[in-house]
């Protein structure tokens, strides 16, 4: 009886010694590991056994659980199901937004106005939306701006062209 209870004691201690936390993406891939902090862009964390600490962006994680059962929401997934959900797409200068996430590619768009009098700011937002639209079609949630141009030109009026890089997870 003795063994057993010392047996018990040492599953527990063990249990608790050993609880792993884990992270879970938005693919739904898991992490066991142990986390070493949570920052504002990034999670670091260690694998059990290992020294070195690792980093995941927190744009691509869904929720942490700790090894003591507490469940910690890091991010709300955004879901595209085609061109109609372009209003949900994000556009970001900051390429630490885009980290871990799957690159799809390069797009771009262009409006043009019907003379020199035509509005280039209004010109600018009709281009990004119909660069929302193309990533959106293809499944994308996130745009890295690469560029932003507005001209008038006398003869052919005015024009807006947009170029960026679309990621889903």
Same mark, same amino acid.
């Given at each position: 009886? &003795?063994?057993?209870?010392?047996?018990?004691?040492?599953?527990?201690?063990?249990?608790?010694?050993?609880?792993?936390?884990?992270?879970?993406?938005?693919?739904g891939?898991?992490?066991?590991?142990k986390?070493?902090?949570?920052? +504002?862009?990034?999670?670091?964390?260690?694998?059990? /056994?290992?020294?070195?600490?690792?980093?995941?962006?927190?744009?691509?994680?869904?929720?942490?659980?700790?090894g003591?059962?507490?469940? @910690? &929401?890091?991010?709300?997934?955004?879901?595209?199901?085609?061109?109609?959900?372009?209003?949900?797409?994000?556009?970001?200068?900051?390429e630490?937004?885009?980290?871990?996430?799957?690159?799809?590619?390069?797009?771009?768009?262009?409006?043009?106005?019907?003379?020199?009098? !035509?509005n280039? /700011?209004?010109?600018?937002? &009709?281009?990004? +939306? &119909?660069?929302?639209?193309?990533?959106?079609?293809?499944g994308?949630?996130?745009?890295?701006?690469? !560029? !932003?141009? /507005? +001209?008038?030109?006398?003869?052919?009026?005015? @024009?807006?062209?947009?170029?960026?890089v679309?990621?889903?997870y």
């Amino acid at each position: 009886m &003795k063994n057993v209870v010392l047996l018990f004691i040492f599953v527990v201690i063990a249990t608790i010694t050993y609880s792993q936390d884990k992270i879970v993406t938005h693919r739904g891939d898991t992490i066991k590991c142990k986390i070493s902090e949570i920052a +504002d862009k990034s999670i670091k964390y260690k694998y059990v /056994g290992e020294d070195l600490l690792n980093s995941i962006s927190k744009n691509v994680v869904n929720v942490v659980i700790f090894g003591n059962g507490r469940v @910690q &929401k890091v991010t709300d997934k955004i879901v595209i199901n085609g061109e109609d959900d372009w209003e949900k797409v994000q556009i970001t200068n900051l390429e630490s937004d885009v980290e871990g996430l799957t690159k799809y590619g390069e797009l771009n768009a262009k409006k043009n106005g019907g003379s020199i009098y !035509s509005n280039v /700011g209004k010109l600018q937002k &009709k281009a990004i +939306d &119909k660069l929302k639209k193309e990533a959106a079609s293809h499944g994308c949630h996130i745009i890295l701006m690469l !560029s !932003s141009t /507005g +001209d008038k030109m006398f003869y052919a009026g005015s @024009q807006a062209s947009v170029t960026g890089v679309a990621y889903k997870y």
